[in-house]
């Protein structure tokens, strides 16, 4: 019933900007943790960016200074923006959470699909 659907994914100059989306649907109690991971081609997925109540956000040092991550929480919602961007880049961006459903009293984690980010030079 929990869903993470991600938005925002597309082609884009070297120097541009994108932003990306992640609304969690269906029951959820609370949400311990968000993140964005990224994942190029015959490269291991990533850690980009993550958040929680405690943090303003934590990046990868390849991205520091130009993606912000931030959150909705009226809106279950977490975001990526994305300026400066660099043909190295381009991967596919999966958003997670870690969240407790309603009626559960355990937390899980929890991927979205996936989105395309091309950075072309």
């Known amino acids: 019933q929990v869903q993470l659907v991600e938005s925002g994914g597309g082609l884009v100059q070297s120097g541009g900007s994108l932003r990306l989306s992640c609304a969690v649907t269906?029951?959820?109690?609370?949400?311990?943790?968000m993140a964005w991971y990224r994942q190029a081609p015959e490269k291991q997925r990533e850690l980009v960016a993550d958040?929680?109540?405690?943090?303003?956000?934590d990046y990868a040092d390849s991205v520091k200074g130009r993606f912000t991550i931030s959150r909705d929480t009226d809106k279950n919602t977490v975001y990526l923006q994305m300026n400066s961007l660099k043909p190295e880049d381009t991967a596919v961006y999966y958003c997670?959470?870690?969240?407790?459903?309603?009626?559960?009293?355990?937390?899980?984690?929890?991927w979205g699909q996936g989105t395309q980010v091309t950075v072309s030079s």
């Open positions: 997670n959470g870690r969240l407790r459903r309603s009626g559960t009293d355990y937390a899980g984690s929890y």
């Open positions: 958040i929680t109540s405690g943090s303003s956000g």
């Open positions: 269906g029951s959820i109690f609370s949400i311990n943790r």
